[in-house]
């Protein structure tokens, strides 16, 4: 296979001064005798001076050695074949007593070659095998052309972001893939989000061409951004031909770890210990004879785990007791040999001084043996650890494993540091973070190793750690909060620097989910004596990352931080604007003292010159105004506020205006211009790297196209915003919108399960500490009870919404609806509560009155009107209206009211073809049994969409299928129709489900076959 262009990537992801810098880093920490790793200079100077005492090692040559990691990797040091030592000989043992899990396997791998891809995750106990079956798998997957990169977790590298993805990329580059490239303008708080959408492009580019097999080993020990891409890609990337053969650990693991096996759950594959006949055989292998009986019975001590069998059988062969005669391996003797009772400690007593105090310092440091560093920390010359080293290497303790010396397995390893003091591994550990920052590591790559082994009072490892919690908390905000929370531990002797540390964290905890911690830790800190201005700042900061998860605590903490005297002009802006912002979502009580508040938070604002203050109180004021009737003075504080901010970036706003500003064109019925906005914010967050901002956006997107009947869009939208949480955590009103979007969906098409999902979310909604929040959720709750006719409960659910009438709030959801009202006035009356419906009436018509230039609201006033008094004329009327206001649902059912009332066919079918090409299924049943009910015995030909096949794709599907079927990835689909990537993923998914198709290669096939047989109208 023709090599490939060797890894080139861009900068600044991790903080550091430009990328491809970095991924030397990278590669030189995993092999740190590299040219310009930190080792290499004095080992080469060593190891030319005295090559025969190099060779004595036993690797094949120094600069094999030393050379970068340019080899295929095929596996860490348990993964290959078991080899049985005998004087000087040895002997490769094929695999036993796994032909199910292998078939399984070769299956996998001849669905691959036919351009379907899938995941395997081999999971089991330590030693029972993971390794070696994937090795096994690798070396198929080679023998059948298939491309393969292969990687593993490492435990001393957990703490940088996506380490073991892009490890993986490294040992096997120029063979695999094609060069991995990212864009170097996405702003701090978004990287982790573009880099994992890099890496699936760059995924896509490569299975384009080819399938292609991830091999990646000990998942337990990936990194946190690694187990999300791999709790995600393989889905996302399911159309493409990629398999992922996966392994783990059973047993304790990390909170993402966990998350990720559960995730994979589907794709499990279990090892069991081994079984009778499978161990007789291995020992064969091991042995070169039949195991006699007596042997059988005592390696049956092994539990069917492999590495453990040859671990017995190599201490029994050691200490003398095993006999081989006539073919026959027999047993003498009584007990387990004293190698596996303490094989650790046992051979660590039979090397030198010297070899010991190695492999002590091998263990404390990592997996992958740096001779520089080893030698460096004990004081001795590189040339006097070849001795020692290949005493090591024959005890089996080390194992030379593509030009790299390592560990035999990590449970060696493992074993090894339990010999070892805790104090004496913690000294350990501490001399070899400040020997790696003496040569060059990064804060980042020492982070973990810095925060285990730094003592209070330590500023040098605080400062360190506040570094690496900033560089961390765009691609992993756990690892940020825990970076944090240590730098937070350490400065317990100063309440100052530790309040001023818990401020700046605050955000990072909340993003990691950890909104409890992050609460806890802001009141540790305010219950000290604090200057105001810093007492003020943790306020903020707690009032910045509740706003994510609540607005009436991010109200509370604001209005705290508020109160303080004697602020910055600037602090107390910020304070004031997060208050009224947080005041307006929650009730109507708190928007009217958001409404107080408002002129002295601007003249704060303006006097301290800060713009996202300023933006953000206008976005206020815009809402008051819009609830007060006023629209036109509501359009123009919104589109002050967007300008505010127009030289301001993302990452330094605490609102974005033009958010609401798209909202409010969707409401009065200007869909054209709210979607050019929604359009153009795409655009900017594209460009710029944005991906809260393009979460955002994807929530205005799904909102505007449930409102204009393009349902299919809504939904595709609305899965994308949820999607997106997987890399940015949980959006607070990203997330209420989008599931309130696709409850409406699911009501309208009468998806069962989507319905059933409705009903969930809505009494988690009502749930809510918001009170808009919670009339959303009854909202929609009331709808679903409606439509099963369960009209004491829709009138339970929708008792509260007329004391909203009036006030600067609601009445149903936000965004409000004004199409709402109409469908409260039809739901009441069916429940026989006419003096309810007669008030929905009035505020729709108070609405109109006051903005009558606004055809959407005259339509839902004449549509509330007419359906109060039986009025057909005025039913007709709102369909005329709603038809401007680009209305399509919300004119069906004023239809559908009109032919009701009248018993007329002619509005009823011009209702059932705006459902039918809507999607609305349940809709359009209901008003066919309408028609039956009067008689109609035969009903026009469907207009609708059929249910599957080419003709049921909508034309956001057509656009990204055709696009898909001419070569190119996602995220370049993406672009080119300026959506999310996940948006792309969801209309995609969406398509193949309609076309019965499961993969990209089946999708070209089928889009070639039509093109050639001319059937092409789409």
């Not at 080792?39 to 190891?47: I, Q, S």
């Not at 990720?260 to 499978?278: C, F």
């Not at 589109?639 to 127009?646: L, N, Q, S």
């Not at 609708?944 to 070569?967: K, M």
């Amino acid at each position: 296979m023709p090599g490939t262009p060797a890894l080139v990537a861009h900068s600044s992801w991790l903080g550091v001064s430009t990328w491809q810098p970095w991924m030397d880093q990278f590669a030189t920490r995993h092999n740190p005798l590299a040219p310009g790793g930190p080792g290499e200079p004095a080992a080469v100077a060593e190891a030319r001076a005295n090559p025969q005492a190099v060779a004595g090692i036993g690797i094949d040559a120094v600069p094999e050695h030393y050379a970068p990691r340019n080899r295929r990797t095929t596996s860490r040091g348990s993964g290959g074949p078991m080899i049985m030592h005998d004087t000087g000989t040895s002997r490769i043992v094929p695999l036993r007593g796994r032909d199910a899990e292998l078939a399984a396997l070769t299956e996998q791998l001849a669905t691959l070659a036919s351009g379907t891809g899938g995941a395997v995750l081999i999971q089991g106990v330590p030693g029972i095998g993971k390794s070696r079956l994937l090795a096994e798998a690798h070396r198929r997957a080679e023998a059948a052309g298939l491309r393969v990169l292969n990687g593993s977790g490492d435990p001393e590298a957990r703490i940088i972001p996506f380490g073991s993805l892009l490890d993986l990329f490294l040992s096997t580059a120029g063979s695999a893939l094609p060069a991995f490239t990212t864009d170097d303008n996405a702003p701090t708080a978004s990287r982790g989000y573009w880099l994992l959408q890099d890496i699936q492009e760059h995924l896509e580019r490569a299975a384009l061409s080819a399938p292609l097999v991830i091999v990646l080993d000990d998942l337990q020990w990936c990194d946190e951004s690694t187990l999300l891409a791999l709790r995600t890609l393989p889905a996302r990337l399911s159309s493409y031909p990629i398999l992922w053969l996966l392994a783990a650990r059973t047993g304790p693991s990390s909170p993402a770890a966990r998350a990720t096996v559960a995730a994979l759950n589907d794709h499990l594959l279990v090892l069991a210990p081994l079984s009778g006949d499978a161990v007789a055989a291995m020992s064969r292998d091991l042995l070169g004879s039949a195991p006699d009986a007596d042997l059988l019975r005592l390696v049956s001590k092994a539990e069917g785990r492999p590495l453990l069998l040859a671990e017995l059988l190599e201490g029994l062969r050691d200490e003398g007791r095993i006999e081989i005669a006539d073919d026959v391996a027999r047993l003498t003797g009584t007990g387990l040999p004293r190698r596996f009772h303490s094989s650790i400690r046992h051979r660590l007593d039979q090397v030198s001084p010297l070899a010991r105090q190695i492999a002590d310092v091998a263990a404390a440091l990592g997996r992958v043996i740096s001779v520089d560093q080893v030698a460096e920390l004990v004081a001795q010359p590189p040339a006097a650890l070849l001795k020692p080293l290949d005493e090591l290497l024959s005890a089996d303790l080390l194992a030379e494993t593509d030009g790299r010396l390592t560990f035999r397995h990590d449970l060696v390893r493992e074993a090894v540091q339990a010999t070892l003091s805790p104090s004496l591994r913690l000294a350990l550990r501490r001399q070899a973070v400040q020997q790696r920052l003496r040569h060059g590591a990064s804060v980042v790559q020492v982070a973990a190793e810095l925060a285990e082994t730094a003592e209070p009072g330590d500023q040098h490892a605080v400062s360190m750690l506040r570094q690496a919690s900033r560089e961390l908390a765009a691609t992993s905000p756990s690892a940020a909060a825990a970076m944090s929370r240590r730098a937070i531990e350490l400065a317990s002797a100063d309440p100052l620097q530790q309040a001023a540390i818990i401020a700046e964290s605050l955000p990072r905890f909340s993003q990691a989910g950890l909104a409890a911690e992050a609460a806890a830790l802001a009141d540790t800190a305010l219950r000290q004596r604090l200057p105001a201005e810093i007492e003020a700042q943790v306020s903020l900061g707690l009032a910045l990352a509740a706003n994510q998860h609540s607005f009436p605590d991010a109200a509370r903490a604001a209005r705290a931080g508020a109160a303080l005297p004697g602020l910055p002009e600037q602090v107390r802006a910020q304070l004031l604007a997060m208050l009224a912002f947080n005041l307006i979502l929650i009730d109507a009580d708190e928007a009217e003292e958001a409404e107080r508040l408002l002129p002295e938070a601007l003249r704060v604002a303006e006097r301290a010159g800060d713009a996202p203050a300023t933006a953000t109180l206008l976005t206020v004021a815009s809402l008051l105004a819009y609830y007060r009737f006023d629209v036109p003075q509501a359009l123009d504080l919104a589109e002050r506020a967007a300008h505010a901010v127009d030289d301001v970036p993302h990452s330094a706003a605490l609102w974005t205006p033009g958010i609401w500003q798209s909202v409010l064109l969707s409401m009065i019925g200007c869909v054209d211009d709210a979607l050019a906005e929604a359009a153009a914010g795409v655009r900017s967050a594209q460009h710029s790297g944005q991906a809260a901002l393009l979460r955002m956006w994807g929530m205005v997107r799904c909102r505007i196209y449930l409102d204009t009947g393009r349902l299919a869009d809504a939904r595709a939208e609305a899965e994308a915003v949820l999607a997106m949480a997987d890399e940015l955590g949980p959006g607070n009103f990203d997330d209420v919108t989008a599931r309130y979007v696709l409850g409406r969906v699911a009501l309208h098409t009468g998806d069962e399960t989507g319905l059933t999902q409705a009903r969930e979310v809505a009494g988690v909604m009502m749930g809510a500490e918001a009170g808009e929040i919670r009339r959303a959720g009854a909202w929609l709750a009331a709808q679903a009870a409606a439509a099963t006719g369960d009209h004491a409960g829709m009138a339970a659910l929708t008792a509260k919404a007329e004391q909203t009438y009036f006030r600067p709030t609601p009445v149903l959801p936000f965004p409000p609806d004004p199409a709402d009202e109409p469908a409260l006035v039809r739901m009441v009356l069916q429940a026989g509560l006419v003096e309810r419906a007669a008030r929905a009436a009035e505020f729709a018509e108070i609405r109109y009155r006051r903005n009558p230039d606004i055809p959407v609201f005259g339509a839902a006033a004449a549509h509330a009107r007419g359906l109060l008094d039986g009025d057909p004329g005025l039913l007709g009327e709102a369909a005329r209206r709603y038809a401007e206001a680009s209305r399509p649902l919300a004119r069906a059912a004023a239809l559908e009211d009109a032919g009701a009332a009248l018993r007329e066919r002619s509005s009823l079918d011009e209702a059932l073809a705006l459902y039918e090409e809507a999607g609305a299924a349940r809709d359009a049943e209901r008003v066919v049994a309408l028609l039956k009910s009067m008689g109609a015995r035969r009903l026009r030909p469907s207009a609708g969409r059929p249910a599957s096949g080419w003709d049921s794709l909508t034309a956001s599907e057509l656009q990204v299928v055709r696009l898909v079927a001419g070569g190119i990835t996602n995220r370049q689909v993406a672009d080119r129709l300026f959506l999310s990537p996940h948006t792309v993923s969801t209309h995609l998914r969406h398509a193949f489900t309609k076309l019965g198709i499961n993969s990209r290669v089946a999708l070209t096939r089928l889009v070639l076959t039509r093109d050639q047989d001319g059937d092409d109208e789409d």
